[in-house]
């Protein structure tokens, strides 16, 4: 039984530069989330699928960020022109819609901008 | 606008004593909540969750209290381990169908002494 699957785990790039996530959910999970993380604070939602669907996206997501989710599969979430303040842990989660609230989350991905 | 705190940054307990995390919420719409354990550099793991039409939910050493006139919950681990040194954060949701954010306070630090 394998959990959430997150890549690359760490990644550091110089700002300006564009960056990708993955993220593989626990298999037949049809909801995917992707949290934000920053030293001393809690996981901030940032948006979520259902299926392929992309249902909701937090004011926190700005232009510069994408996610996506083809075939209802794998998400990715792309950063473009990447800033220092981008700088944190992108978390992803999965659950099963009907098997109730708890959602569980993968490793998560360090991004540092330089 | 922090809905969901807790105050205590940090916290140290003998190991085989009681530890006691506390969190306070301030919207009384919230009706599901969830306890993650954090290890540095890790995603966050769940632990246990309760439901707003319950004040008690238990599971092995962990147990989770929950006072809705006081909005106030806790997460009560019996003996405390040195395996349970992390950070706790408390979670909170609203079962509005479209609503699937969970938002989180800003984490307990745990430090089991042996």
């Known amino acids: 039984d394998t959990g959430v699957s997150q890549d690359p785990r760490h990644k550091i790039t110089k700002r300006g530069q564009n960056v990708t996530f993955r993220c593989d959910p626990i298999?037949?999970?049809?909801?995917l989330y992707w949290y934000r993380q920053t030293l001393g604070q809690g996981p901030e939602f940032l948006t979520y699928f259902q299926n392929e669907a992309q249902l909701e996206k937090s004011r926190l997501l700005s232009d510069r960020f994408s996610a996506e989710r083809p075939k209802g599969s794998f998400s990715t979430l792309e950063i473009q022109r990447t800033e220092q303040g981008d700088s944190a842990m992108y978390l992803c989660?999965?659950?099963?819609?009907?098997?109730?609230?708890?959602?569980?989350f993968g490793e998560g991905s360090w991004l540092t901008v330089v | 606008d922090q809905q969901v705190k807790q105050n205590s940054p940090s916290l140290s307990v003998q190991e085989g004593r009681i530890s006691i995390l506390n969190c306070d919420y301030t919207n009384s719409m919230f009706d599901y909540f969830l306890w993650y354990k954090k290890y540095p550099a890790e995603g966050p793991t769940f632990l246990i969750s309760i439901s707003s039409i319950k004040d008690k939910n238990e599971d092995g050493r962990f147990t989770v209290f929950l006072n809705k006139s006081a909005k106030h919950l806790s997460l009560h681990i019996v003996p405390s381990q040195p395996g349970d040194s992390a950070v706790y954060f408390c979670a909170a949701s609203l079962s509005v169908r479209g609503n699937e954010k969970l938002t989180f306070g800003t984490g307990t630090r745990l430090t089991i002494i042996p």
């Open positions: 989660a999965s659950r099963l819609s009907g098997s109730g609230n708890t959602i569980y």
């Open positions: 298999s037949e999970h049809n909801r």
